[in-house]
């Protein structure tokens, strides 16, 4: 029974099995950001492997099957890029004003305010990559000297929080245009975001996955352009 | 589909040997999205089975990303010494990004865009 608790089958198992109760769930629930699967699974998964004694090196061997995939699946983030290319061609300055304003804001705004708070380096690599979608996220943070599984969560919160803040922010600031909506959620809340975009209208949930596509390449350029030239982000800002 | 689904890897695998060899510090699969991007555009044989493997893959990206974000069960200190201002940052750092984003986005629209550049969706 021990020698089964250490093969990859039971955790691959285990972890799909709480995903798909938690996702069915979240169907359920509507698809509300705060019944985002992940949000649930994580918490219940720790719980298992602290209760079987069960270290984490060995479950993210044991897991590593799925995470295999995030690759793929981000390099896959080019076909709906492509797909919406004559979209682009037509809406390409306010597209390009808007991920390089929104990629900066992200960056500077989240090491930023973190700082002020006193956090150390390794926290403030974990957060400036907290727009991109999670996989991206967390090869930036390992690259920047973070921890990948802190920016994981963080991408997930600014992803449930944003969903949630979308309307009632963009109403308050008198931002009417679907497509101006649409692509400022994609940016900020990556693909819970654009998960509810899709909810609002198909239109907006477009732009969404083109922002949330494009803002994987843009704040990565940004990053690596601060990274390559050996400045860290802190002196940048001089706090 | 077998191809598509090698298609994805061998960008990704270029992605990773481009990292490696140049120095470039885009993560490798980023970069082997921006050359999936210049096969698409090149090549149109693959386009039907890449968007179904793709479509599946970003469809259940949030399983995908669970092994990772266990990782936190190690974290627990810094949740308890950062969490408040990591939470702070967070909240501010999304809605600040989500304002200028539309607002830059609706004003870039109405300036350079003749007619709104309005579209069928």
Redesign the interface.
């Known amino acids: 029974m021990t020698g089964l608790l250490a093969a990859p089958l039971f955790w691959l198992t285990v ?2 099995g709480v ?1 798909e109760a938690f996702d069915a769930l979240s169907r359920r629930f509507g698809r509300h950001p705060l019944c ?3 949000l649930w ?2 918490p219940v ?2 719980g298992l ?2 209760a079987t004694g069960t270290p ?1 090196a060995a ?2 061997d044991a ?2 099957p ?2 295999f ?15 919406a ?1 004559a ?1 682009i061609r ?2 390409a ?3 390009i ?3 390089t ?2 990629a900066l ?2 960056i500077v ?3 930023g ?2 700082a ?5 380096d390794s ?1 403030l690599a974990s ?1 400036a990559p ?2 991109t ?4 996220a ?3 943070a390992s ?1 920047l000297g973070g ?4 920016a ?3 991408v ?3 992803g449930v ?2 969903a949630m ?2 309307t009632p ?2 109403d308050w ?1 008198g ?1 009417r ?1 679907y ?3 649409g ?3 994609g ?3 990556h ?1 819970i975001g654009s998960a509810r975009a899709f909810q609002v209208s ?2 907006a949930g ?1 732009l969404a996955s083109l ?1 949330m ?1 494009l803002n ?2 843009m704040t ?2 940004l ?3 601060l ?2 030239d050996d400045i860290r982000l802190h002196h940048i800002l001089n706090f | 589909m077998l191809r598509a689904i090698f298609l994805l890897l061998a960008c990704q695998l270029a992605g990773e040997a481009i990292h490696r060899l140049t120095g470039l510090a885009l993560p490798g699969a980023v970069l082997g999205m921006i050359l999936l991007l210049g096969w698409l555009a090149l090549i149109p044989r693959e386009r039907p089975a890449l968007t179904a493997v793709t479509g599946w893959l970003t469809a259940h990206l949030a399983v995908m990303f669970v092994p990772a974000a266990v990782g936190l069960i190690n974290e627990g200190d810094v949740l308890v010494t950062d969490g408040i201002g990591l939470a702070a940052a967070t909240v501010c750092s999304t809605m600040l990004t989500m304002a200028v984003t539309a607002l830059v986005f609706g004003w870039a629209l109405k300036r350079f865009v003749p007619g709104g550049g309005e579209d069928a969706a």
Do not use: K, N
């Open positions: 972890t799909l995903f985002h699967p992940v699974t994580v998964l720790i492997l602290l984490y479950y993210r897991t590593f799925i995470s995939l995030l690759g793929p699946a981000v390099v896959g983030l080019a076909v709906p890029v492509w797909a290319r979209r037509r809406l300055i306010p597209i004003l808007a991920l304003a929104g804001t992200s705004s989240a090491v305010i973190l002020l708070f006193g956090a150390p926290l957060i907290r727009a979608t999670t996989p991206v967390m090869a930036l690259q921890i990948p599984s802190l994981a969560m963080i997930l919160f600014a929080f944003g803040c979308a922010l963009l600031l931002v245009d497509r101006a909506r692509f400022a959620v940016v900020s809340a693909g198909p239109g477009a922002g596509a994987a390449v990565a350029a990053l690596s352009l990274e390559f």
